[in-house]
């Protein structure tokens, strides 16, 4: 019997492609480009597995329509907000994650981002690489410090998590809300608030960490932000669809926030045009999880996955 036929979405890290070339039959998008839904659905009919991104939609019409041929779906991401997973489950088909891999990279661009922002980097930038930076004073390009500030953490799962491990580093008091409180021994000393209410009161800096879901879309809207600490700094490498971009800029450009950073937008690739302007708002493309070592440990997870799932046991990963 021929190897299976996978079909790679993207273009993935060597070691993957390499692996995956070894153990299957293997068709990649050596062009890197997105696929619309009527791709995805044609090529369906070609393979046994997917190992799609998080860029490639799977929603209930692309579920539906799906050749019975495809028997998983082996995301190369942790978020799975782009795939319908009743919809999928109703087809039979198996779909899977890359959780834990990719906690610390992300959780490194969150510190990133809540440095960029807090110590105004982009217009730090700005000024220096344009030639502009005539002027130097105690007054001059004032932030706001990291240590001793309170940060509130929504989603303390695996990336919430090491996100507070970090920032004890560079001692910050970490606060968080969970749907469900952590033992004691995971929260390392974190104070739990039953209500994301609760949380904001106190959250001096903000870090979202949690996944994309109907209960969770829009949940950073005017009322939330207006319950921060005067000045607070937000940031974001979980998921766009998390926040009402049109609260976040309001916020921003009356005060009440001193700073986002952002890894994460409603609209990707792109981004929000609106955002350009403001030399407050230190921004990413998505990049929460880009090392080659992620990669590589998101690309050689999904392959687990396949492989356990075409030897007959059930992935670790499966949702
Ligand atoms: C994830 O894994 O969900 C990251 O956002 C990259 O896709």
């Known amino acids: 019997m021929g190897k299976l036929v996978l079909w790679i979405t993207r273009k993935l890290s060597d070691a993957t492609l390499e ?59 942790v978020g799975v907000d782009h795939c319908d997973l009743a919809a999928l489950a109703a087809r039979g088909i198996v779909v899977t994650n890359t959780p834990d891999v990719l906690s610390d990279a992300t959780a490194d661009i969150a510190v990133l981002l809540m440095l960029g922002a807090s110590r105004r980097a982009v217009e730090g930038d700005r000024l220096v690489r344009s030639g502009e930076w005539d002027f130097w004073s105690p007054s001059f390009m004032v932030g706001k410090q990291m240590s001793g500030a309170r940060l509130g953490i929504i989603g303390m799962g695996r990336v919430g998590q090491v996100m507070a491990h970090r920032a004890r580093g560079f001692d910050m008091d970490v ?33 979202l ?84 070592k992620t990669r590589d440990a998101m690309g050689f997870r999904a392959l687990d996955n396949l492989d356990a799932f075409f030897a007959g046991e059930t992935p670790k990963d499966a949702l």
């Open 209 to 292: 960490h949690c996944p994309a879901t109907p209960e969770t879309t829009g949940m950073m809207n005017a009322e939330r932000f207006a319950l921060l600490p005067d000045g607070a700094v937000f940031v974001n490498t979980a998921r766009g669809a998390l926040v009402d971009e049109d609260a976040l800029l309001a916020a921003l450009e009356s005060g009440k926030l001193m700073a986002a950073g952002l890894d994460c937008f409603v609209t990707e690739p792109g981004g929000n045009p609106a955002f350009a302007t403001h030399e407050n708002i230190f921004m990413l493309p998505h990049i929460g999880s880009a090392t080659v």
């Open 19 to 77: 692996r995956a070339a070894r153990d299957y039959d293997v068709i990649v998008n050596e062009a890197d480009g997105l696929h619309t839904a009527d791709e995805i659905v044609a090529m369906s009919s070609k393979v046994d597995a997917i190992l799609p991104c998080h860029s490639e939609i799977f929603d209930a019409d692309v579920a539906a329509r799906l050749d019975p041929r495809v028997k998983i779906i082996a995301n190369h991401s």
């Open 175 to 207: 606060h968080y809300y969970n749907r469900r409180r952590l033992p004691e021994a995971l929260e390392q000393g974190a104070t739990y608030h039953d209500s994301v209410e609760s949380l904001l009161a106190v959250s001096d800096f903000l870090s």
